[in-house]
């Protein structure tokens, strides 16, 4: 690609992979690519003949777009005169060798792409792509073949904007989080902010028991809303998943959406009802903090990992006990659709830590030799934070 | 130390200007700045959250709607009693603003400009045109209809505008980034013709000039092939089929008086061409040093249909 991917997913109908980029860009690539021979590039075309004399005169000469008539300063007419002299073709950019359409950008780096499907007031399918940025947009353009054309825009955050989720079964509703203090619930297609739901709280909430240190029991942690909020703290939303809870009685599906947080050892859990309204669950204990996250569709349950490497709460203190057991890389907690609340799988658990073994122990083996230690390990877990704006951080100090 | 001479110089020169109530016009020459801005950097910029939350009441002091019940502490803007509909994105000194406040009295135009600097010069001018035309008979001599905002159109532009809220955008004497791999950073792009087509309404029209050339085929380029098929974000080749943008055709250098005199739709398209062939700050630099002005102007036509409509 022509520069870092920076999300990727697929689009509904299983044919095309949309490929965001650090530069902005959305391309669309066949998922059943053709890589085409690289011709001419390496001065050889497909003859076997020496191409170069060819391409030399495909190739206009090169000439530079400013005249002595478009600048003026001494510096910028010297630079034209030395532009001028050197006539000869510039070493032309590699092009790429499979199918790519550049499909929509932003001035500005993305973060997360999503691909929705959604009936039109006719009960056609529309296709539509949700493209979110660091400079607090989530655009909403048409699918393929209309990406140039813009439906709207859900403008609302105040920070970059890390993870976007469209829950499967309500297709008209999508879940934001990024650097700011909220989630936010949308009604995307009308631009429409639902909800704003306070994370910074139950992320300062979880913070001040484990900063108290004393015996606190669950119960009180959750319910005590008047928490005192340190000013200093950042949150930044690293994955929001949606688990479809399994129909047990007649009625609407019951959504589940979990949120994980940069360097916080926890998971917090919504129940989006029908009334498209999110409700705070549970926040799920974790021994260290949350790394990466994922959803187990038919088995109500979720599979997440965790940093061994550093303390809890911390992004740049190494724990102390860093060999841990391998129990310490990964958990998962299930839904139980009676109780409604989350417990843990011991059965999903115990299959795990034997699955994660063998890989904990080549794991300690590369971490002897040292492959990554202190910031780019921070940075590597932990790349999202990074985002955030300085000058922003300037302006609330000043 | 001359450095620090000139800010001393420059702060000076503001302080009196405002405490004779900015009367007289400002001079360029304290003003003055580097002529580009990297349009990717993070500047401390300030812009709404989304256009609603944008408080215009200090930009169009005589436009805001009376509050028949006003509550102290209203976290909601002042609204307008009619919105932006024009927008010169890049303003530089305000020439263009100042030459279409009496031209267009009915519509209210924005200058958006990326330069400190800049941006405060074209401010003081206007309060300097307001100060001196307050007592004008006519409304519409007053230059209340114009106001100047700091902001980056690249990244920032659905901030400060809706869907379709714009009926004439300006891009005049954009910079030229003449290095290829600086062609990201130009104010014309194929993915930037999405967001331009998007707060244009259909009919609404993009004023483009320069003076380079290439930039002016680039332009023309990336307009025409948008919305095209094969020509999607427009680096692809021209594409085929009925894009968004169509050119709209000019009066040559010179005729725009008869354009004018024709009247209606043609008269206003001559109208606005001499306007920014003629009034620009750009425009009249380029004439003093004998360089070409490359107009191009594109209708936007109204979104395709969705492909189930079809």
Not at chain 2, 109 to 120: A, H, K, P, Y
Not at chain 2, 181 to 189: F, G, Y
Request: with cysteine.
């Amino acid at each position: 690609m022509p520069k870092r991917p920076c999300a990727i997913v697929l689009t509904p109908d299983d044919s095309t992979i949309l490929c965001a980029d650090k530069f902005g860009d959305v391309y669309s690539l066949p998922l059943m690519g053709r890589r085409y021979e690289t011709k001419a590039v390496n001065g050889i075309d497909a003859n076997g003949t020496n191409g170069t004399s060819d391409r030399n005169q495909k190739q206009k000469p090169f000439a530079p777009s400013a005249t002595s008539l478009t600048v003026h300063t001494k510096r910028n007419r010297d630079a034209l005169r030395q532009q001028q002299k050197l006539n000869e073709t510039k070493a032309e950019k590699k092009a790429l060798n499979f199918d790519h359409k550049l499909l929509l950008g932003h001035v500005s780096l993305l973060t997360d792409i999503a691909c929705v499907l959604r009936a039109s007031p006719s009960q056609k399918l529309r296709n539509y792509i949700l493209t979110s940025d660091r400079d607090e947009h989530i655009r909403i353009s048409r699918g393929i073949p209309q990406a140039n054309v813009i439906e709207g825009y859900c403008l609302g955050h105040t920070e970059f904007i890390t993870k976007l989720c469209v829950p499967p079964v309500y297709p008209h509703l999508l879940i934001s989080g990024g650097g700011d203090d909220y989630l936010i619930l949308w009604d995307w297609r009308a631009g429409r902010l639902l909800q704003q739901l306070d994370l910074k709280q139950l992320v300062a909430t979880l913070r001040n028991t484990h900063l108290g240190a004393e015996v606190v029991s669950e119960s009180s942690t959750t319910k005590d809303t008047e928490t005192q909020v340190d000013s200093a703290l950042r949150i930044c939303v690293s994955n929001i998943q949606a688990l479809e809870i399994e129909k047990q009685k007649v009625g609407h599906p019951g959504v589940e959406i979990i949120v994980t947080c940069e360097g916080v050892p926890a998971l917090f859990t919504f129940t989006l009802g029908a009334n498209a309204q999110l409700q705070f669950n549970a926040t799920i204990h974790t021994e260290s903090n949350v790394v990466d996250l994922t959803v187990l569709r038919n088995q109500n349950s979720v599979i997440y990992s965790m940093d061994n490497c550093h303390q809890s709460w911390s992004t740049d203190v190494s724990s102390d006990t860093a060999s841990q057991s391998p129990r310490g890389l990964m958990g998962s907690p299930s839904y139980c659709t009676d109780s409604k609340t989350w417990k843990e799988n011991q059965v999903l658990q115990a299959n795990l830590v034997a699955a994660t073994r063998e890989c904990a122990d080549s794991y300690s083996q590369i971490s002897q030799a040292g492959v990554a230690h202190g910031k780019p390990l921070t940075d590597l877990l932990y790349g999202l934070e990074s985002l955030r704006k300085r000058g922003s951080d300037n302006e609330t100090e000043v | 130390m001359k450095a620090a001479g000139k800010r001393q110089k420059r702060e000076d020169y503001r302080r009196t200007h405002k405490e004779q109530g900015n009367a007289a016009l400002p001079q360029k020459k304290f003003y003055r700045q580097r002529a580009h801005a990297n349009p990717f950097s993070d500047h401390q910029l300030t812009y709404p959250a989304s256009p609603a939350l944008m408080d215009w009441s200090p930009y169009y002091p005589a436009f805001i709607t009376p509050d028949p019940q006003p509550t102290p502490n209203d976290p909601a803007p002042k609204a307008l009693t009619k919105p932006v509909t024009v927008a010169d994105i890049g303003c530089g000194f305000g020439g263009l603003l100042v030459a279409l406040a009496p031209r267009l009295p009915d519509e209210l135009i924005l200058g958006l400009e990326i330069r400190t600097q800049v941006t405060e010069y074209v401010e003081d001018r206007i309060s300097a045109l307001r100060a001196q035309h307050a007592a004008a008979s006519s409304s519409d001599g007053r230059y209340q209809n114009i106001a100047c905002l700091r902001a980056n159109t690249m990244k920032f532009l659905p901030n400060f505008f809706t869907r379709a809220q714009l009926s004439l955008m300006f891009l005049c004497f954009p910079d030229p980034h003449f290095k290829a791999r600086k062609h990201k950073a130009r104010i014309v792009s194929g993915t930037l013709c999405a967001e331009y087509a998007y707060v244009l309404r259909p009919g609404g029209c993009v004023y483009t000039i320069t003076d380079v050339e290439e930039l002016a085929e680039w332009m023309r380029g990336r307009f025409e092939a948008f919305g095209k098929v094969g020509g999607e974000g427009g680096e692809g080749g021209e594409g085929s089929g009925v894009g968004v943008f169509e050119e709209v055709p000019l009066p040559g250098e010179g005729e725009e008086g008869t354009w004018v005199d024709e009247g209606g739709e043609k008269g206003r398209v001559g109208l606005l061409v001499r306007c920014i062939r003629e009034e620009t700050e750009e425009g009249k630099k380029v004439t003093r040093n004998g360089g070409k002005k490359f107009v191009s102007v594109f209708r936007r036509r109204a979104d395709p249909a969705w492909p189930d409509e079809v």
